[in-house]
C-alpha cells in the first residue's frame, strides 16, 4: 500500500462511510492454463514424438453446470488480492508455483453465471506440463488436458476508406484423446471499425459440454496468445524447459501459430534468445541434438 497520510476530516468521513449501500459483486479468477505435451506414449524412438498444445480443463462436481468442463479458477479470498487467488488456484490445480502468469480480460456480463452476479478476472498461464502433478480442488472432480485446435471461417468482411465491419465464426474442438472426449464449441466474433476506434464481441453459438462463458475465455485468450506469439517470441520460452532443442522450440511455436515455418527464417529470428549449451539429447530423433537454454540477457535489454 501507498504511504499516503489521510487528514483527520477523511479519516471522520470513511469511518461514516457504509460501502454496504452499494450492491457488490463476487470476485473470481478463470485460468486458461496451457502446456505443450506429447500424445500418448512414444511408439518409435527414432522419430519425434507428437506433440500438441494442451489445455487443462476441470470437471465439475457441483451445480451449476455439474459434469460440465470447465477452467480452473475461484472465488478471491477477504484480503486476497486477485493475482494472488490465480497463482492459488493454478498452485492447487498442478502443483507448479513459478509459472507464466498473465491478466488476459475481465468478464463481467449479466447472467454469465447462475449463481449471481460474477466478475471474473481471467489469467493466461504457460507451464512445463511435464513438470505439473494434476490434482483437482474441492469444486472438481477431475482435471484433464485437452488438445486444442481453432478453425476460422469468415463470413462477412466489408470495409470502406473510414470504416469496416467483420463477422469471423470460431470452432474450438477440445480433445482428451485418452478418455476418448471431444467436445466442439462455437464462437461468433464481431468486429467494428467506427470513429477510428475498433469494438469487439463475442457471441456464444454452441458450448455443450463446457460450463459458463469459458468458451469466450478460451477462445479471447488463445487469440491474444497467437498474437503475442507473432508480435513478441519471447512469450513462448516459458512453455520450454529449462533446455530445449531448436527443433521443440520451432514445434511449440508452430503448435500456437497451427502453421509450419521455414526452420532458417526461424533459427535466424531466435538467434539471439538462445545460448547454445554443451549438452546433448539423444533418442529424441535419428540422431543426437544441441540443447540450447534462454538468453536472459536478451530479455531484458
Given amino acids: 500500500m501507498s504511504n499516503y497520510n489521510m487528514s483527520a476530516e477523511e479519516k471522520k468521513f470513511l469511518k461514516q462511510y457504509d460501502i454496504t449501500q452499494f450492491e457488490r459483486p463476487s470476485v473470481a479468477t478463470d485460468i486458461a492454463i496451457f502446456s505443450i505435451l506429447r500424445e500418448g506414449e512414444i511408439e518409435n524412438f527414432r522419430k519425434l514424438p507428437k506433440k500438441s498444445l494442451k489445455l487443462l480443463l476441470i470437471k465439475r462436481a457441483n451445480y451449476p453446470y455439474k459434469d460440465c468442463w470447465a477452467l480452473p479458477g475461484g472465488f478471491c479470498r477477504p484480503n486476497e488480492d486477485i493475482y494472488e487467488t490465480a497463482k492459488r488456484e493454478l498452485f492447487e490445480e498442478t502443483n507448479v508455483k513459478n509459472a507464466y502468469l ?13 449463481r449471481g452476479w460474477i466478475i471474473s478476472n481471467t489469467f493466461l498461464a504457460l507451464i512445463d ?104 517470441a519471447t512469450i513462448v520460452f516459458d512453455l520450454m524447459p529449462e533446455l530445449f532443442t531448436l527443433t521443440q522450440l520451432q514445434n511449440a511455436f508452430e503448435l500456437i501459430l497451427q502453421e509450419k515455418l521455414l ?18 539429447i539423444e533418442g529424441a530423433g535419428h540422431r543426437p541434438a544441441k540443447l540450447f537454454k534462454r538468453n536472459v540477457k536478451a530479455f531484458y535489454k
Fill in 263 to 280: 526452420t532458417a527464417n526461424f533459427r535466424r529470428k531466435i538467434a539471439d534468445y538462445v545460448i547454445e549449451t554443451e549438452q546433448i
Fill in 102 to 114: 498473465q491478466l488476459s480480460g475481465i468478464f463481467g456480463e449479466i447472467g454469465r453465471d447462475p
Fill in 129 to 232: 506440463g511435464e513438470q505439473c502433478q494434476l490434482r483437482a480442488g474441492t469444486d472438481a472432480w477431475e482435471a484433464k488436458w485437452f488438445s486444442v485446435d481453432l478453425e476460422k471461417n469468415e463470413k462477412k468482411n466489408e470495409s470502406s476508406e473510414e470504416s469496416a465491419t467483420m463477422e469471423t465464426e470460431y470452432t474450438v474442438t477440445l480433445c482428451c484423446e485418452s478418455d476418448n472426449i471431444s467436445l466442439s464449441v462455437r464462437v461468433m466474433e464481431y468486429k467494428e471499425f467506427r470513429n477510428y476506434h475498433e469494438t469487439v464481441r463475442y457471441e456464444i453459438l454452441d458450448s455443450v459440454g463446457l460450463a459458463f462463458d469459458h468458451v469466450k475465455i478460451i477462445l479471447q485468450t488463445l487469440l491474444s496468445l497467437r498474437k503475442q506469439v507473432e508480435n513478441e
